[in-house]
């Protein structure tokens, strides 16, 4: 197959001259086509991006030939062309700005003949395929990096896997071949929520490759996206490394990646690290270990590395804690059927004692459970002829689904405290006042509010202490408590400021007591709300 060459020059007559004397002194190209200036030629390589060589004039009208090298440079092509400059004697200066920008090569146009041109049209060729096999070589590396991590992937789904079947083997002997058999370990990174951008996973991908790379002399690194909100890193290690060694490194480059992707996505991540052991059969193992280590931040929280240690074993035996379960189970029905409001949060707090005890790194099965006692508790409503949509009327439906989307421990139960204490009012309605329900960051924040109210307390701030955007925990306060929050915390320092006004305090002692650092500015807030002044308001109360 042929090279292809592209001639640029304003004179028709010569790119005529050069046309032949191409034809005669090389076999190796055909020419793709001919333009009469830079900025023309510029159009068509973007169109055409499988030219290979441009010879350009330097001097040109519109865009010159060093203009032209320069806008090549800016521009990224599929495929980047070699650039030869045609010269007159007098241009040696643009000739030596031309190589500066990257020219492969000149030829003195006075001088133009085939025996002229053909040694700087064979040396072109081999630059080319050399690109070409470079190019080969890249493109194997690539091939044979998706390979091992396709095995990989295929060991981190299979529940077990025989190291003899024939469709896996040959691929087994490709990882061990590049990834060694010693010191081997896996980390598992866990997103607190899904990716749903193809952009943000190569982002991702790039980060970790570009962090672990960087240790490529100490150890090997082998990173594969699991899912939407799961990258899996394998390493492999010197076998003269100690354990501590490895554990030092893998905890360098795993903190810093961590610290690089929190930069570039607002979302929290845990990394679950496995044991460190010897041979290829053991990667399925070390990953389910990872996975398990991720899943802690259920209990403790995200942005941490959770390493073996972390791990805890059930300090209940099975026998035991099942007879437990289900007599902690029948007592909060008989609970619940109680208008006491007290026993039934006794009894729902000795539960999650039992699950903790039972589950102590199984965020699922503890999810299980508690959506099943969510389902029993349901039955007794139906008695009083209330559906399950209408158990619903201020809960999001179905409660279990999102029982079940939960992240954290907390918020599991908290939900499930929810849905019980709203059943609890269905069933006994007038034993208990009407109470808001609301989702743990919108009830964080209004905490935090009551708390800090004589504070100068900003939305910006307790989005970032609760976890979640700005703009997100503003629409959802407002949503879930029916003011924005500026009303909020205005409605509140006044209705402090009331209570301060009424014991006879100051004006500007009240200010500053509900937050307001102008005395001024706190009588127009406090007229505009109650339609009298703080100092009216405090004498009808005297």
């Known amino acids: 197959m042929k090279f292809k060459a592209l001639i640029v020059d304003d004179e028709p007559l010569a790119r005529l001259a050069l046309r032949e004397y191409i034809s005669i002194a090389s076999t190796d190209f055909e020419i793709a086509g001919e333009a009469g200036d830079g900025k023309e030629a510029l159009n068509m390589l973007k169109i055409h991006q499988d030219v290979d060589l441009v010879l350009a004039d330097i001097q040109m009208p519109n865009m010159n030939g060093v203009e032209l090298l320069e806008a090549l440079n800016n521009t990224t092509f599929s495929n980047q062309p070699l650039t030869i400059m045609l010269s007159a004697y007098g241009d040696y200066s643009f000739v030596r700005d031309s190589f500066v920008l990257g020219a492969f090569d000149y030829i003195v146009k006075a001088k133009l003949d085939e025996t002229y041109i053909a040694p700087v049209l064979t040396k072109t060729v081999d630059e080319l395929k050399r690109r070409q096999s470079s190019s080969k070589t890249v493109s194997t590396l690539e091939d044979v990096e998706a390979s091992i991590c396709s095995v990989l992937h295929r060991l981190c789904l299979s529940d077990s896997l025989e190291v003899t079947d024939d469709d896996i083997t040959p691929s087994l002997e490709l990882v061990r071949k590049h990834m060694g058999e010693k010191n081997l370990e896996v980390a598992l990174l866990r997103l607190s929520d899904t990716v749903q951008f193809e952009d943000s996973h190569r982002m991702i991908m790039q980060t970790i490759r570009t962090v672990t790379n960087r240790s490529r002399s100490e150890g090997i690194c082998k990173v594969c996206r699991y899912d939407d909100r799961h990258y899996v890193l394998f390493f492999s290690f010197p076998e003269q490394c100690s354990i501590i060694a490895i554990r030092r490194l893998t905890d360098i480059i795993l903190s810093e990646v961590s610290m690089r992707l929190k930069q570039f996505i607002n979302l929290k991540l845990s990394m679950g690290i496995s044991d460190i052991v010897d041979g290829h059969q053991q990667w399925n193992r070390l990953f389910r270990q990872a996975e398990r ?250």
Request: net charge neutral; with cysteine.
């Open 293 to 542: 280590l991720a899943g802690l931040s259920f209990y403790q929280g995200y942005n941490r590395l959770y390493y073996p240690e972390a791990e805890r074993r059930p300090s209940i035996k099975e026998s035991d804690w099942k007879e437990a379960w289900y007599l902690a189970r029948t007592e909060m029905l008989k609970s619940l059927s109680d208008p006491d409001l007290m026993k039934w949060q006794e009894v729902y707090e000795h539960c999650c004692s039992l699950l903790i005890q039972r589950y102590p790194c199984s965020p699922e099965l503890i999810k299980s459970d508690v959506v099943d006692m969510t389902w029993e508790a349901s039955a007794l409503i139906y008695q009083k002829g209330v559906s399950w949509e209408k158990l619903h009327d201020k809960l999001p439906y179905p409660i279990t689904d999102h029982i079940y989307k939960q992240e954290t421990w907390e918020n599991t139960v908290h939900w499930c405290r929810l849905f019980l204490e709203h059943l609890h009012q269905k069933l006994h309605p007038k034993d208990q006042p009407k109470e808001c329900f609301l989702s743990p960051v919108v009830a964080k924040t209004k905490e935090l509010i009551e708390k800090n109210f004589n504070e100068d307390v900003h939305l910006s701030n307790i989005s970032q202490i609760v976890g979640v955007s700005e703009s997100y925990l503003s629409k959802q306060f407002s949503k879930e408590i029916g003011v924005n929050f500026i009303q909020f915390l205005t409605n509140l320092r006044i209705e402090k400021a009331k209570k301060a006004l009424e014991s006879g305090m100051k004006i500007y002692e009240v200010s500053e007591q509900v937050g307001y650092v102008n005395p001024e500015h706190f009588s127009r807030i406090f007229k505009k709300i109650t339609g009298i002044s703080p100092l009216a308001y405090r004498r009808e109360n005297e």
